[in-house]
């Protein structure tokens, strides 16, 4: 977790044109060709394929959001400049998919983080069947979206739903709600399954940032007189660091481009009150046939991440990013 | 190891209220996640008017039929074999070009190197959903529409970034002596490559590719925009046409969504070891 791997030179890699200079002028050419030719043959795929279906689709999406273009024919004829974005920046639909998906970030750092924090600390303690308890908390993880939306349709909806025959059973009849069908109660009811799907991920995330502390640290801490909390918030919080910025991170990446479990649950509804950028974007594309329109919404939803990307790289994870992401945990 | 049994006992004891309410919150965060499966899985066996008479008991009667019909429906299977081999070839070909790119930016040192790597890195932060759309439009004019290769070839391209900074961070630990010693044995890079890099990176193989079978298996926006043909359509297809298809009876949703919960399931349960290893080695994009 702590060495950084992305950008440090490789200790391993040999230098063949050094160690081929004592062999004979044309077996050293023939040897570098050699080299050139494995290196062109091992990457070259891995760059086709990238190339291909990675980068040249986000410069099409920038190129046919210039258009009026309904995705028949041929290439796109009808050019319209920069309508198709500010049409955008007009739309009360787009504008509110910002706030449903800045509501979901701010819903997810405050409560779903901490949530999962907390429960990787208790985890992290010796308890009985504890393996157990994180077998459980991390399955819903391994579900598909679709899985996922669609049970919860079943236990929100507002007739025979589990939600509502629980809280009738308790007495709670009060609090019964159509969840789903109610652009009031909507997004909640989305926050609640976000929650419900992904907490454990995260948990799993803290839980092996916390294994990675050396024990002695909070032995230290101990000694000196820190008491638990105290030892939390001053040893282990700011040590968990760098798995509390990637566990950031990939929350925010996540809610910009949401889109399987909105899709199941809601499609968007009730009025757009639980649509998202995604959602939107293919309702224009797919739907309407608006591709222009909806591929400038998907530039749009690009520079958003990478504009968050590289900004939250640059300012806030600076260097531990690269750690994180590119070291093997335990199997290093 | 005795010094530290002397020093637990004592401590134990202090904190059996502690740990009792310890076991407490444990045990309702685990119910929030466990009851809705439970519901499912229980609910699967009921009717209909079971669902909203008797919501919480044990079925009375049993209905097997609600898993029996899934189960001897040819459809259910279609869509598991083809959710396999789509997760297979989606492995097979991540892994493989992976490794191989991974070879090169591990140990050759060339002009471009670091460049053409971060390239490949940049690719973690661009979300599938934003590629979407004119993914759709070049896979029409390449006519991979309704043809599996549609969803499998860019579900592979998008799975190259984390793949490759994974292989690459272990290909690199792997000592520089081995690789000499295969030299002067007369081994090609290649066959360096071959028999020896790939059959000692078995550990880090086996956690990509479990990383890329669970995320093939979950995806949904991709197949659902390539597969028109109800013949192609994988697992989490199935289940949105199932539900669309079933909307008012309850039950027979329930069945086919614990069903199809599964393959998933299980395999979590044999790969948990080298999913939450890679995930949290690899942290994804999700």
Known sequence: ??????????????????????????????????????????????????????????????????????????????????????????????????????????????????????????????????????????????????????????????????????????????????????????????????????????????????????KELGEAAAIDGAGPWKQFRHVTLPLLGPTIRISVFLSVIG?????????????????????????????????????????????????????????????????????????????? | MTARAGERAPGRRRNLPRSISLHTIVLVLGSFVVVPLLFALIGGFKDTGQLSTNPFGLPSPWVPENYTDVLFSGSFWRQIVNSVFIALATTLIVVGLSAMAAYVFARFAFRGRELLYTLFAMGLMFPFAVAILPLFVLLRILGLLDNPFGVILPQAAFGLPMTIIILRAFFRTIPREVEEAATIDGCTPFGFFWRILLPMARPALATVSVLAIVASWNNFFLPLVIFNDPNWWTVPLGVQQFYGQYAAQTAKILAYVVLAMVPALAFYAVAERQLIGGLTAGATKG
Do not use: C
């Open chain 1, 1 to 214: 977790m702590t060495r950084p791997a992305l950008t440090d030179r490789p200790p391993a890699a040999p230098d063949p044109p050094r160690r081929a200079g004592r062999a004979s002028g044309p077996s050293r050419r023939r040897r570098r060709l050699g080299v050139l030719v494995t290196i062109t043959l091992f990457v070259l795929p891995a760059l086709v394929l990238f190339t291909l279906l990675v980068l040249a689709p986000i410069a099409l999406a920038a190129y046919t959001s210039l258009f009026k273009w309904n995705g028949l024919g041929g290439l796109p004829q009808n050019w319209i400049g920069l309508d198709n974005y500010t049409r955008m920046f007009a739309d009360e639909v787009f504008l509110g998919d910002l706030r449903r998906g800045g509501l979901l970030i701010v819903l997810s750092l405050v409560i779903q983080l901490p949530l999962s924090l907390g429960l990787a600390m208790l985890l992290n303690q010796k308890m009985r069947g504890r393996a157990f308890y994180r077998l459980v908390f991390f399955a819903p993880y391994v579900l598909s979206e679709v899985i996922t939306g669609v049970l919860f349709t079943m236990i929100l909806s507002p007739e025979a739903g589990l939600a509502n025959q629980i809280l009738g059973t308790v007495g709670l009849s009060g609090l019964q709600s159509s969840w789903l069908a109610e652009p009031d109660t909507v997004m909640m009811s989305l926050f609640l399954v976000m929650t419900w799907k992904y907490f454990g991920f995260h948990m799993i995330l803290y839980l092996a940032g916390r294994q990675g502390i050396p």
């Open chain 1, 255 to 332: 809610a910009i481009q949401l889109f399987d479990l909105v899709w199941v649950l809601t499609a968007g509804g009730p009025i757009h009150s639980s649509e998202t950028m995604a959602v939107t974007m293919f309702q224009f594309g797919f739907k309407r046939s608006q591709i222009g329109y909806a591929s400038a919404i998907s530039v749009v939803m690009f520079l958003i991440s990478l504009i968050f990307a590289l900004a939250y790289q640059r300012f806030v994870m600076r260097r531990d990013t690269q750690g994180a992401i590119t070291t093997m945990g335990d199997q290093r």
